[in-house]
Nanobody, 123 residues
Framework: DVQLQASGGGLVQAGGSLRLSCAAA????????IGWFRQAPGKEREGVSC????????WYTDSVKGRFTISSDNAKNTVYLQMNSLKPEDTAVYYC????????????????WGQGTLVTVSS
């Protein structure tokens, strides 16, 4: 069975840090880009970051560049999102997802979804 098991959300004050994890199983890690989308109340789902399971290349949305870092442990089929300098506007449900390479990182192109994990940043 395909699984994307997300963990690591929580409540943090502005300026704080959290690390999200996404453990993948049931599909070929190296054939997919894996990463995160987020959705805040009343807003559209947006891509946050992803990493290629093939060559490790990364992508970030502009609003998180310099604050978030995505990485992967291919031996564990796990992707991590280190989120530093968190802002209240980062508050959202974060969804782990996988897109088949070479498709582009858009929620309409997602092949597999994990469950969401809530990140709340207080001001």
């Amino acid at each position: 069975d395909v699984q994307l098991q997300a963990s690591g959300g929580g409540l943090v004050q502005a300026g704080g840090s959290l690390r999200l994890s996404c453990a993948a199983a049931g599909f070929t890690f190296g054939d997919h880009a894996i990463g995160w989308f987020r959705q805040a109340p009343g807003k559209e789902r947006e891509g946050v970051s992803c990493i290629s399971g093939s060559d490790g290349s990364t992508w970030y949305t502009d609003s998180v560049k310099g604050r978030f870092t995505i990485s992967s442990d291919n031996a564990k089929n796990t992707v991590y999102l280190q989120m530093n300098s968190l802002k209240p506007e980062d508050t959202a449900v974060y969804y782990c997802a996988a897109v088949a390479i070479p498709d582009y990182w858009n929620w309409k192109r997602v092949k597999y979804w994990g469950q969401g994990t809530l990140v709340t940043v207080s001001s």
